[in-house]
């Protein structure tokens, strides 16, 4: 456990570039991997998750190296995986492990599949039922969950698979899986999530397509079988992480901050879209396109903020940015509602329990329902002082420090090591703008 303090600061001013984006980053190696030929990929983020996912495909057989910054994937075409002679340990990393699953379901070998405290207690039935109808078949942990083995399929079949709730992560496992088996994979999710995946399939070569169907949902299909062929990829810097900095200039007075070379994929975005509508300043600069993703620089001037009403619809565009806007929403006039959260009861940590007990022990009033939160902000700065539980959840931890940097007084999380999966330099960075982050010291 690594204790951590973030005591107010004065205004952040600066700039600063955040690291890869962490889905871009996992699905560059995979499909690196999945490729004939090398890929390169640059701007991967190196951090706790993404090395897992390197060290995994590792042992399925791929060459994965680090030159300079660059890394270099010498892949083994769609289907040519070897099985591992040892437990694929994902660490914290659920996307890593979900995809990496779906990769694996339609290979002719046994993989089995562990991680940390937390993504033993993450749920994989969501995965499970669509890689069985592929052909896979499991061996889990009561309640479906890691450590796991998969049996995969020795013949492959391509699927449709209406998905029950919107999730990039269950989207990209049936995608992965797809591609080898013969014939068209179809997945319609309720309601459009990150198409990464799609993306990059598309860059390195597959036949896919997608459709917006009348009722809202979306329509995926790929043709299985393709011939990938290694590419360049240029990871765009993840706007997941830029959340921390953006929220952080918004709400700390005076502050006045520039984020570069972040991506602002349209299915990402939401939280830029919840905090304009809270009255902050941001201007996209310098829009551009990058490995396939629409990359601008962000910058953003702090502002007073007012309470909104974020729509369940908004969830998927912003699915891993409630924890930082909760800090938003602290520090706000009136009542922030965030509708449709369900989903996080299931992330690293139960994030609506660990958001509403944080807000609680720095002085913020919440309620919070099943898959709800009410947050009545202190139109300034809150009280702080609180001592946060961070549930191997480096989204909280990251949050709650954001948070302390506008409160009157000091917050502090039990442990800052799980940053580390995502976000390595997250306190040096911020204290480059300005912030006052460090260990906790005892007392
Ligand atoms: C991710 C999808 C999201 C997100 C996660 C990364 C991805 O999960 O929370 O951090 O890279 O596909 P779900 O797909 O389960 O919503």
Same mark, same amino acid.
């Given at each position: 456990?690594?204790p951590?303090?973030?005591?107010?600061?004065?205004?952040?001013n600066g700039?600063?570039?955040?690291?890869?984006?962490?889905?871009?980053?996992?699905?560059?190696?995979?499909?690196?991997a999945?490729?004939?030929?090398?890929t390169?990929v640059?701007?991967?983020l190196?951090?706790?998750?993404?090395l897992?996912?390197?060290?995994?495909?590792?042992h399925l057989?791929?060459d994965?190296?680090?030159?300079?910054?660059v890394w270099?994937?010498?892949?083994?075409g769609v289907?040519g995986?070897?099985?591992?002679?040892?437990v694929?340990?994902?660490?914290?990393?659920g996307?890593?492990?979900r995809?990496?699953?779906?990769?694996?379901?339609?290979h002719?070998?046994?993989t089995?599949?562990?991680?940390?405290?937390s993504?033993r207690?993450?749920p994989?039935?969501?995965?499970?039922a669509?890689?069985?109808?592929?052909?896979?078949?499991?061996?889990?942990?009561?309640?479906?969950r890691?450590p796991?083995?998969?049996?995969?399929?020795?013949q492959?079949l391509? #699927?449709?698979?209406t998905?029950?709730?919107?999730?990039?992560?269950?989207?990209s496992?049936?995608?992965?899986?797809?591609?080898?088996a013969p014939?068209?994979?179809?997945?319609v999710?309720?309601l459009p999530?990150?198409?990464?995946?799609?993306r990059l399939l598309?860059h390195?070569?597959?036949? #896919?397509?997608t459709?917006d169907l009348?009722?809202?949902s979306r329509?995926?299909s790929l043709?299985g079988?393709?011939e990938?062929?290694?590419?360049?990829i240029?990871?765009?810097a993840?706007?997941?992480s830029?959340a921390?900095p953006?929220?952080?200039?918004a709400i700390v007075p005076?502050?006045?901050?520039?984020?570069?070379?972040?991506?602002i994929n349209?299915?990402?975005?939401?939280?830029?879209?919840?905090?304009?509508e809270?009255?902050a300043?941001?201007?996209l600069?310098?829009?551009r396109?990058?490995?396939?993703e629409?990359?601008a620089?962000?910058?953003?001037?702090a502002?007073p903020?007012?309470?909104?009403?974020?729509?369940?619809?908004?969830?998927?565009?912003?699915v891993?940015e409630?924890?930082?806007l909760?800090?938003a929403?602290a520090c706000?006039?009136?009542?922030?509602r965030m509708l449709?959260?369900?989903?996080?009861r299931?992330?690293?940590s139960d994030r609506l329990?660990?958001?509403?007990?944080?807000?609680?022990?720095c002085g913020?009033?919440?309620?919070?329902g099943?898959?709800?939160l009410?947050?009545?902000g202190c139109?300034?700065?809150?009280?702080?002082?609180?001592h946060?539980?961070?549930?191997?959840d480096?989204?909280?931890a990251?949050?709650?420090l954001t948070?302390?940097?506008?409160?009157?007084a000091?917050?502090?999380?039990?442990?800052g090591?799980?940053?580390a999966?995502s976000?390595p330099?997250f306190a040096?960075?911020m204290?480059g703008?300005?912030?006052?982050?460090?260990?906790r010291?005892?007392?």
């Amino acid at each position: 456990m690594q204790p951590m303090t973030s005591r107010p600061a004065g205004a952040l001013n600066g700039r600063c570039t955040v690291p890869g984006d962490k889905s871009i980053s996992h699905r560059a190696l995979m499909l690196g991997a999945s490729a004939v030929g090398q890929t390169t990929v640059h701007g991967l983020l190196e951090a706790e998750d993404v090395l897992s996912t390197a060290t995994a495909l590792r042992h399925l057989g791929a060459d994965i190296t680090c030159r300079e910054g660059v890394w270099v994937i010498e892949g083994r075409g769609v289907g040519g995986l070897r099985e591992p002679d040892q437990v694929l340990d994902l660490g914290n990393a659920g996307t890593g492990a979900r995809l990496l699953i779906g990769l694996v379901a339609s290979h002719p070998f046994t993989t089995f599949f562990t991680g940390d405290a937390s993504l033993r207690g993450r749920p994989m039935r969501r995965i499970i039922a669509p890689l069985q109808r592929m052909g896979a078949t499991f061996c889990t942990r009561s309640g479906e969950r890691l450590p796991l083995a998969v049996n995969g399929s020795q013949q492959p079949l391509p #699927i449709s698979y209406t998905l029950p709730v919107a999730s990039a992560q269950v989207k990209s496992a049936i995608l992965l899986c797809a591609l080898n088996a013969p014939g068209e994979t179809t997945v319609v999710e309720p309601l459009p999530s990150r198409d990464h995946s799609e993306r990059l399939l598309r860059h390195f070569g597959a036949t #896919i397509s997608t459709e917006d169907l009348a009722d809202g949902s979306r329509r995926i299909s790929l043709v299985g079988e393709p011939e990938l062929t290694g590419r360049r990829i240029d990871v765009p810097a993840d706007i997941s992480s830029a959340a921390f900095p953006l929220v952080a200039a918004a709400i700390v007075p005076g502050s006045s901050v520039q984020i570069c070379g972040v991506g602002i994929n349209p299915l990402r975005t939401g939280l830029l879209t919840s905090l304009s509508e809270m009255g902050a300043s941001i201007r996209l600069d310098h829009q551009r396109e990058a490995g396939g993703e629409p990359v601008a620089d962000l910058a953003i001037d702090a502002q007073p903020l007012r309470g909104i009403t974020v729509p369940a619809e908004r969830v998927p565009a912003m699915v891993d940015e409630f924890p930082v806007l909760a800090a938003a929403a602290a520090c706000a006039t009136g009542v922030t509602r965030m509708l449709g959260l369900g989903e996080l009861r299931v992330k690293e940590s139960d994030r609506l329990a660990a958001v509403a007990a944080g807000l609680n022990a720095c002085g913020v009033a919440v309620d919070m329902g099943d898959d709800w939160l009410a947050i009545t902000g202190c139109g300034g700065p809150p009280p702080g002082g609180g001592h946060v539980a961070v549930h191997l959840d480096h989204r909280i931890a990251m949050a709650f420090l954001t948070l302390g940097m506008a409160s009157r007084a000091a917050v502090s999380v039990d442990d800052g090591a799980p940053i580390a999966t995502s976000f390595p330099d997250f306190a040096a960075l911020m204290n480059g703008l300005g912030a006052q982050i460090g260990p906790r010291v005892a007392g």
